[in-house]
């Protein structure tokens, strides 16, 4: 609260630094824009913000990529620089306090696992994941296509690969049903697959999955919590990471009931590095992030992107962002001279200063903001300095991060991880049914043993006629592609390229059998 209104207070602002800059609560799910240099204060306006929308009780989701966010969990320690910065803007009350804070991590190492099935992920984002062109991507459709036409669900990495596989040993019969699927195709997957487990990333796509409904929770004192990504290892596979939040933002958008305009937000989601979402997108998965992030306002969700540069943000996404706080940019080019004249354009003028001179002009831990005012109006630019924060600025130690975790209200719900029955164990059942198969017709049709002189002498006047040559029942026109395949395999088992076949679905289950 500021003067009795739902605000969030960002600083101080004016000619002396004392006339409140604020963020209505009623638009914080309008989204926003943290921009500015590296070094100029962008990770501490992003902590000062979280912890007004967790004081308000809002819930916040924001990533750690460089592990200097953690210290929200724990309150402050007096500095006189914070203090004096909290006299300039009369921050009035100002004191030390720790976040309620749960600490998740997509490898599991500094926060709970974070986890989601690969039936959930899709095969667009899947796809954006691996780098995959086209013809690649058509491949992954016709898996996902498969699983969901013979009821084999797509879980985790392993599964998928058994698909694949199918794919590669039917790939007649498929290409037929489903469209082209080549060789060259199924093997650059699986190997981009082999470097995605390389990167650690194989645990994130099992059980159990993410609920969301844990992003939304609330301490006992009536505030958010802030969910922390410690995404300093997932950073180095930076489209992993981009993908990644995407799939959460998408999730969010899909998953939450629409509430118009609430009063606040349900949740802030702060996206940093927001430019490695759209480096290399195709248009149609920018198209989708603008639609995003156009609709996801009436789920009650705020997405605020950080990142260098507002043209790091294509102008469809830009335009949804109605909270600005930029911070410095540096013109050191003729290039970036013109990304500033481009930003100060996005502002609405001041008559007492030049945006551009602004942008260019501001300290660390000052910027030029704006926000939504009355009836969803831009808000006239106005040079602030940034609030000093209540938590702890810089990273928490192991041990303190350590009983974070064991007072978190999910502790043990996602540690453990669960292998439930899905599409690589399904092919493996029908692959031992049609070995069965394939050895009950062997044996059927294998000849009998010889008999006596005598009794084969005998069975030249026994005027019978020949045993009649077994056969097998037709295929029933409505085969499924699966159970062709398990007919199949069942007539290839004795032959060298059955038993490859065999090998190659049911991988290591008959070893040493």
Known sequence: MVDGVARVLVGGGGTDYRDPQVLKLAYGNRHGLIAGATGTGKTITMQILAEEFSNAGVPVFLTDIKGDVGGMALAGTDKGFLQA?????????????????????????????VRATLAEVGPLLLSRMLGLTEAQEGVINVAFRISDDEGLPILDLKDLRAILNFLGDNQRAVSLQYGNVTTASIGAIQRKLLVLENQGAAPFFSEPALDLSDFLRHAPDGRGYVSILHAERLMRTPQLYATFLLWLLSQLFEDLPEVGNPDKPKLVFFFDEAHLLFNGAPRALVDKIERVARLIRSKGVGVYFVTQNPDDVPDTVLGQLGNRIQHALRAFTARDQQALRRAAQTYRPNPRFDIA????????????????????????????????????????????????????????KYEQMIDSDSAHEMLARRAEAAA???????????????????FNAARRYDGGSARPRPTTAPARRGDSVVDAFAKSFARQIGSRSGQALMRGVLGGLLKGR
Do not use: C, N
């Open 357 to 412: 001179d602004a942008i260019r002009d501001v300290g660390v831990g000052e910027a030029v903001t704006s926000f939504l005012q009355d009836k969803g109006s831009p808000g006239m630019a106005e040079r602030t300095l940034i609030r000093p924060p209540a938590s702890a600025m810089g990273p928490i130690d192991d041990g303190a991060r350590r009983m974070v975790m064991v007072q978190s209200p999910l502790a043990g």
């Open 85 to 113: 910065r909290a006299q300039k803007i009369a921050l009035a009350g100002y004191g030390y306090r720790a976040s309620p804070v749960i600490f998740w991590d997509f490898f599991g190492e500094f926060g709970h696992p």
């Open 436 to 454: 069965r198969e394939a050895e009950h017709v062997a044996a059927a049709q294998a000849p009998e043993a010889p008999k006596t002189r005598e």
